[in-house]
């Protein structure tokens, strides 16, 4: 045997399975056979000193060679591994914060302790794909008792970063299961920061969507500020909007809503303690929440929205903060553009009180910001909805939101991509219907949110009446390829803009 | 755009992803741009017009080229890819059946449809690995009901092959949670086919363990057989002992026994399901049940012993089988050796009535022998266990055994490994603890069950006085760097065998 006794050479084969740790090993390798370690195992691998728990692939020839091992991307990362470094493994019992998982498979509650040391497990990358799926399951559908769901959410929250402002009041804003098109966050910050309140905002990328708000603003601004960076945005201006990826707050969050989307599944306990930890952690101290009810929306009935707002109160009073609930019309989309920099023109459109402005998003805007400025600061001679439109109409929004791009590094006008394509109407009539889905699959094929000035320009929204021939929308793309795919596929569905 | 819109270059990439379908592609692929396809996806891949649903990960460099996509092993056989063949992709909606996996999380119960559907999505591989985790949680620990339990082993049992045998009475035995050498199987057969009873019996091998019974029997005699071999084997000799794998029994379990090891979880409903679905496919009409229960089995108290007895009783009695089901002493292992090899040494040395034979093994065989009498025949005027007592004294279990073993292609005497250690005693005393798990270790590490003579040959049971320097067990290895693996191992580990 010349090959060492527990060892193998690492290479780098690239092999990105998101945040789960995996390690390639071959099928006759000396060490899988007398160690008995099979597919899927989670074995323990050891490079240069530093130990991380991984889930085990075999490869059965082609990509690596005798006495040679691989690693996914995230476990390469976090072992600092360099081509050629020695690998080693051992067995590793199943983490044991599972027990309390199987446990309420068994219909124990979790307590306190139990969620803290899953949430920290997972945090640390020590659960497998199919044991955070486990852990999903267990505690999905309505399953969580209030306790369970305040337990859940304070262990998200000290398992990350946290904000902290030398401010008595703190305010944030959440949407529950955004809407197409649904950039309304700019323009709140703009009027709640004009208005003299602190609103530390941090957005998200798209991940399934044609755009994020954070995609969207960066067409307009920077958006990966540091903790520091965005302490001194804040201070200076009241509000920001960055992008939550680059500070680590409730980063369970980011790991199970990978797993949850795959599942298609998505607890309500776990939805209340998501949102409310990345808000607790951001420092806020008021909170409205904005829930869409619509049956494209992900809550459809009143009935559904009532419970999610008895919860979401519930577990903010336990954890000291107040929120507001709001209910909102979730039957179509907001604005007219589908890609980042087409959204950031609704947004700057409504920022300028331009008159053709989307007045569905404006009014959205208005309303979300009117709620927390009468959440925070009751209604005196004005209401908060009066007080929001002086705001916003004054041009005082607009000026803050451009004070606010330039503490974040300066303001860009977004762009219209160079190749577009007209989409015309076939006949006359009324439009009655508009299919969001498929509006934004052909955004997302002419190259949004990776192509960030690529996406649709809706002209006709619901009850336009069109002549034939009228634009319904334009496909903007950065290549004449990607115009092409998604003429191609727009060109193969029919109605996606249904005319009566 | 040179590349098709639409299509991919296969190359072969050898990854054992176990049954989950796996397609590799590059980050920067046109394809997962302008589809937004992400890792975890699950993806529609159609090669040569046979299409399969595949999780996505995404290479970021290295094993493939621009244009190029890999599959799982699991994949590229069941589509019969060849290296250079054209792949193309779309996007699925997650799998219909996993809404009734949502809905059971909201506390709804499976009628059989649903579970039939589940079964069979499992079974045509439409399931990842994370949503079989989620089914395998949503029905884990005791939240099936005595109704779900009946409907998820019908649909097990519909899911794969049937065999059928023209008796009117076919017996079969099975043992919950097996403990480490516990061999009784070739002994039981070979007594009960002697005996004139139809116990047309597979095995497993093993998965973790240092030996399955299918493992042992191949040191002995062909244990592959197609379902006609089986057939005319046991219509020639009434039994067989055979690898259930080459036959298609169940094979749902098969898939979810993968997972829920991953999980270390292990519903009562879902093992009652596989259990009996099996024994139901195999066309058993009479099944002994073997629970074993102490400390380090699978089962711990009598009290979880009773719940299990009580729902194979009533889940059996509604599937129209007759089970019998056995508390026995699972507090030390059966037998001598470990490995597959030296387990059947112990198997033919009972057989053949040696002064030395395994006492325990004995017993324990002659124990469910009996019990499989009495629940066929009755107590006439001699018991089930006078019976099998005969039969085993007598030789004719062990002429039954060789009968069979020639029919099934031949026996041949399992061997000894050429290299071997003894590992003697330190000190003086009585032998009060025997470490089965680090034993197992030892095993495996000098190759069982890969190289079938490999393992331990333990020569000090529990209770034994030992002098210093008396050997306490052997390590068989097939190979001198197997060999130093184990006895590195063993000198690093203390009181695997404790003296007293």
């Keep these: 045997m010349n090959t060492p006794f527990n060892t193998l050479k690492l290479v780098h084969l690239g092999i990105d399975t998101q945040r789960e740790h995996v390690v390639f090993m071959r099928k006759d390798c000396h060490i899988c056979i007398s160690e008995g370690f099979e597919a899927l195992n989670r074995v323990l691998v050891t490079v240069k000193g530093k130990s991380k728990i991984a889930t085990l692939y075999i490869i059965n020839d082609g990509i690596l060679n005798p006495g040679e091992a691989g690693l996914s991307e995230s476990a390469w990362g976090d072992l600092n591994a360099k081509e050629g470094d020695e690998i080693s493994f051992s067995h590793v019992q199943p983490v044991n914060s599972m027990r309390s998982i199987r446990a309420k498979m068994y219909g124990q509650e979790l307590n306190y302790e139990s969620l803290q040391n899953i949430i920290n497990d997972i945090v640390k990358g020590e659960y497998s794909n199919i044991e955070i799926a486990a852990f999903i399951t267990a505690c999905g559908g309505d399953s969580l008792s209030i306790d369970e769901i305040i337990g859940l959410t304070k262990a998200m929250v000290v398992s990350g970063q946290r904000l902290s402002w030398n401010k008595k009041i703190v305010v944030d804003k959440h949407c529950v299961g955004g809407l197409p098109g649904n950039r309304t966050t700019p323009i709140v910050v703009a009027i709640i920061a004009a208005f003299g309140l602190t609103i530390p905002k941090t ?110 109160n519930v577990v903010g009073k336990a954890m000291g903060i107040n929120v507001n609930v709001l209910f909102t019309d979730g039957s179509q989309p907001i604005g007219r553009g589908i890609g980042p920099a087409l959204e950031a023109m609704d947004v700057l459109s409504v920022l300028r009180n ?147």
Tied chains: 1, 2.
């Design 203 to 312: 957005s998200s990328r798209a991940i399934t969507s044609p755009a994020g708000t954070a995609d969207s603003l960066e067409t307009m601004t920077k958006i990966d500020l540091s903790i520091k960076q965005i302490q001194k945005v804040v201070e200076q201006e009241n509000g920001c909007f960055v992008w939550g990826g680059s500070i680590k707050l409730s980063p369970a969050d980011d790991i199970l809503i990978r797993v949850e989307r795959a599942l298609d599944v998505d607890g309500e306990g776990q939805m209340i303690a998501s949102v409310l930890s990345k808000k607790i952690a951001a420092g806020s101290t008021h909170v409205v929440i904005d829930i869409p009810i619509g049956k494209t929306a992900k809550v459809r009935t009143e009935k559904d929205a009532e419970k999610l707002k008895y919860y979401f």
């Design 354 to 500: 331009e008159k053709d402005a989307p007045q569905d998003l404006r009014n959205k805007s208005l309303l979300l910001a009117a709620s927390i400025i009468e959440m925070v600061n009751g209604t005196k001679n004005k209401s908060g909805l009066q007080l929001a439109k002086e705001i916003l109409s004054s041009g005082e929004a607009y000026a803050k939101f451009m004070a606010i791009c330039q503490a974040q590094g300066g303001f860009k006008e977004p762009e219209f991509a160079p190749y577009k394509e007209d989409v015309k109407a076939e006949k006359s009539g009324i439009v009655t219907e508009i299919d969001n889905r498929r509006l934004a699959k052909i955004a997302k094929l002419a190259g949004a949110p990776h192509d960030s000035k690529a996406g649709v320009l809706l002209k006709t929204p619901l009850n336009t009446k069109v002549q034939t021939g009228d634009v319904l929308y334009c496909i903007y793309s950065e290549t004449k390829g990607e115009l092409k795919y998604s003429i191609d596929y727009m060109k193969s569905e029919e109605d996606i803009i249904l005319i009566q």
